[in-house]
């Protein structure tokens, strides 16, 4: 048997009972011609049992985007108002089905928490992928783009998750990646907007800001300079000659070394809405990124304070942001660790369009080696409560329009694929991929429910195992807190990889991540009598940050410069907490290990092996954390581990 060149992941219909597909779609409302009627007639033909006929109809009362499901005896009704909202509820029909779910007792009626619902591709044209720990880039390579059946396959695995916006290549836009929006690549970039559009996904492009430089040969690309925007109206029609249906740009600007509206003395708004102004005609949006801060820092100065730099940077103009622009906000102040508090502009904006950036791809949390799901983290982030004020007042009211009753906002995430066969690398990584979709369309489930529909459909396992499974991945992202970075502080990842501990890696950078450890204590004061960052909150969330007794603990050192001595709410010394939670950690990396060995006869071989291979290398690396961590902090402190365990 030919060895197939990648999975389908949760799509696998080889498990679809009868595999034949249904014979009998109904469509009432919808023409058939409809390019994503097309695609859900398809999939609803491969995916669903033989023995089912679908009936199509158009409903106007059912909101856009969304379905209505309605099962009875031998048929299954699908309601929507538009063509996205009956490719959602094929998918839905299809995931229910395999579920194990029965179609005669189907009623599911859904509508997107969030109108934008993007993956962020970090993809260069040379094929390499930033942060990307599953292969290279299945767009592009040798600096061309790359179309194939998987290009296909990838849009059908975006659209049965809800996704409908995608940037294709890496924001740091460099080299080939400026010439993507000319003459060069259109054609293809055409094919690949087509490709997506069959799946009512928008294609989005990372856009360098110094392309009236690089591109029109200019001297400035100041964005209110008349030559730089004159330049760029015959851009942005070109492009919309060549790429009707296109989604807008993503831009970051002024940040690690990308070009922006700074060195004119301008502010980001002045860039953001000169492009956007242009690109309005056409119905395109500008996603402009807020990763700004300072990255030339000397580590002895104590006031700079890089957590405090996109709210510094971003709320003096909130309001002057035109409505086209949206704002994408990670979603801590730093930058994507395992535990930062959330980053205080969600929500703290309250005139400008947001969208909330998270990465799927395991950048700080473990490189898809480590078993990490990070759908209770982005639980966490979309639950909180802001304190604006506002009767909906959390991240996910903000971030979705409900708020401020505005169009345009949502969530983004900088996805985890590659061309590895099983896209993710760690097969297990691919409920992260799963999991954002599904988050992004609806806020309201639950990590569980996720984790047990991405089991159910990736490997249709019994209860027992589907409970092992799950167990494990909800349990994973405490596991791998526990052996890295305490109490929030972040950071004390190798330089330059971010994979493994080096716990001073970054303590004497130019990077803004310091812990500040000494022989007393740990941890950063963030308070009004350090750099202020915590003042950045709403009062209520201000008062609980500013002081160590009110600071939930698992942020504790992220806010304050904690004695080693300090007792927690355990009872437990700060430096006994340390050793602690650092033993633990590596025990239950064993214990996950050890799970999954239950699972050997019930998984496909080749996939346990691979998992198999992979906690292999996690058990490896919290070993390596929770003793370089407990000996570095042994030694700073020269505090003894209550329980005497072998400390280095
Ligand atoms: C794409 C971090 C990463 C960079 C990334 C940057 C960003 O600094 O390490 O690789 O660049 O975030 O989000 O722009």
Same mark, same amino acid.
């Given at each position: 048997m030919e060895q197939e060149k990648y999975t389908q992941l949760w799509l696998n219909y080889k498990n679809a009972e009868g595999n034949g597909g249904i014979q009998d779609v109904e469509i009432r409302g919808f023409s058939p011609e409809n390019r994503v009627i097309k695609s859900a007639v398809c999939e609803l033909k491969d995916g669903v049992s033989k023995k089912l006929a679908v009936a199509i109809t158009q409903d106007i009362t059912v909101l856009r985007e969304g379905y209505c499901l309605e099962g009875s005896n031998d048929r299954v009704e699908i309601k929507a108002s538009d063509e996205k909202g009956v490719l959602y509820g094929a998918f839905a029909l299809i995931r229910a089905l395999s579920c194990g779910r029965n179609a005669e007792t189907l009623s599911e009626k859904a509508s997107p928490s969030n109108p934008l619902r993007m993956m962020n591709h970090w993809d260069n044209m040379d094929g390499s992928i930033e942060r990307g720990y599953s292969g290279n880039s299945f767009f592009f390579a040798n600096d061309d783009m790359i179309i194939d059946d998987r290009t296909r396959d990838y849009a059908? %695995?975006?659209?049965? *998750?809800?996704?409908?916006?995608? =940037?294709?290549?890496? =924001?740091? =836009?460099?080299? /080939?990646? /400026? #010439?993507?929006i000319t003459d060069r690549f259109f054609d293809k970039v055409k094919e690949l907007s087509d490709i997506f559009a069959d799946y009512g996904i928008s294609l989005y492009l990372s856009l360098n800001f110094a392309s009236p430089i690089e591109l029109g040969g200019l001297d400035s690309c100041d964005p209110l300079d008349e030559s730089v925007i004159s330049w760029w109206k015959d851009k942005i029609k070109e492009v919309y000659n060549r790429l009707p249906g296109f989604g807008g740009f993503l831009v970051k600007a002024d940040s690690e070394g990308r070009p922006g509206p700074f060195t004119y003395g301008r502010t980001q708004a002045?860039?953001?809405?000169? &492009?956007?102004?242009?690109?309005? /005609? !056409?119905? +395109?949006? *500008?996603?402009?990124?807020?990763?700004? !801060?300072?990255c030339t820092q000397d580590w002895r100065d104590r006031k700079t304070d890089r957590a405090r730099a996109g709210y510094d940077y971003f709320k003096p103009q909130d309001g002057y942001y035109h409505d086209n622009v949206i704002l994408q906000i990670k979603n801590g102040p730093m930058d994507f660790q395992i535990r930062e508090p959330i980053s205080p502009l969600l929500g703290g904006l309250t005139r400008t369009n947001q969208m909330l950036e998270v990465q799927i791809a395991q950048e700080y949390t473990g490189h898809q080696i480590d078993l990490c799901y990070l759908i209770p983290l982005f639980k966490e982030v979309l639950g909180f409560h802001t304190y604006s004020g506002e009767e909906k007042d959390t991240v996910a009211d903000y971030v979705s329009g409900r708020t401020m009753g505005n169009a345009l906002g949502g969530m983004a995430a900088v996805i985890n694929t590659g061309n590895d066969m099983n896209w993710t690398g760690n097969d297990l990584a691919a409920a992260n &991929? #799963? +999991?954002?979709? @599904? %988050?992004?369309?609806? /806020?309201? %489930?639950?990590?569980?429910?996720?984790?047990? $529909?991405w089991i159910a459909q990736t490997f249709g396992l019994d209860r027992e195992h589907e409970d092992i499974l799950a167990d494990m991945l909800l349990r994973s992202r405490e596991i791998y807190e526990k052996y890295t970075c305490p109490l929030g502080i972040g950071w004390m990842v190798y330089p330059g990889t971010h994979y493994g501990p080096s716990i001073d890696g970054y303590e004497y950078s130019r990077w803004g991540t310091y812990h500040r450890a000494d022989h007393l204590g740990i941890g950063v004061d963030r308070s009004d009598k350090g750099t202020g960052y915590a003042q950045q909150y709403y009062e209520k969330n201000a008062v609980m940050y500013n002081d160590p007794e009110k600071c939930p603990e698992e942020l504790l050192l992220f806010f304050h410069h904690i004695p080693y001595t300090w007792k927690l709410k355990t009872g437990k010394s700060l430096i006994q907490h340390i050793y602690d939670s650092h033993f633990e950690g590596y025990e239950e990396t064993e214990g996950l290990a050890d799970a999954w060995k239950k699972l050997k006869d019930v998984i496909p071989e080749d996939a346990f092996e691979r998992v198999s $291979? @992979?906690?292999?290398?996690?058990? $490896?690396?919290? @070993?390596?954390w929770r003793d370089? =961590?407990?000996? !570095?902090? !042994?030694?700073?402190?020269?505090? $003894?581990?209550?329980?005497? @365990?072998? *400390? #280095?």
């Open positions: 059908r %695995l975006m659209a049965s *998750i809800g996704i409908n916006g995608i =940037v294709i290549n890496n =924001v740091n =836009v460099k080299g /080939t990646a /400026t #010439y993507l002045d860039g953001a809405n000169m &492009l956007a102004d242009i690109i309005k /005609t !056409y119905g +395109g949006i *500008i996603i402009w990124r807020c990763f700004v !801060y300072n &991929l #799963y +999991g954002f979709g @599904r %988050l992004a369309y609806d /806020t309201d %489930l639950t990590a569980e429910q996720i984790a047990r $529909e $291979e @992979r906690f292999k290398l996690q058990l $490896e690396n919290a @070993r390596e370089q =961590v407990n000996s !570095y902090f !042994y030694r700073k402190s020269g505090i $003894e581990d209550e329980k005497s @365990r072998m *400390i #280095y």
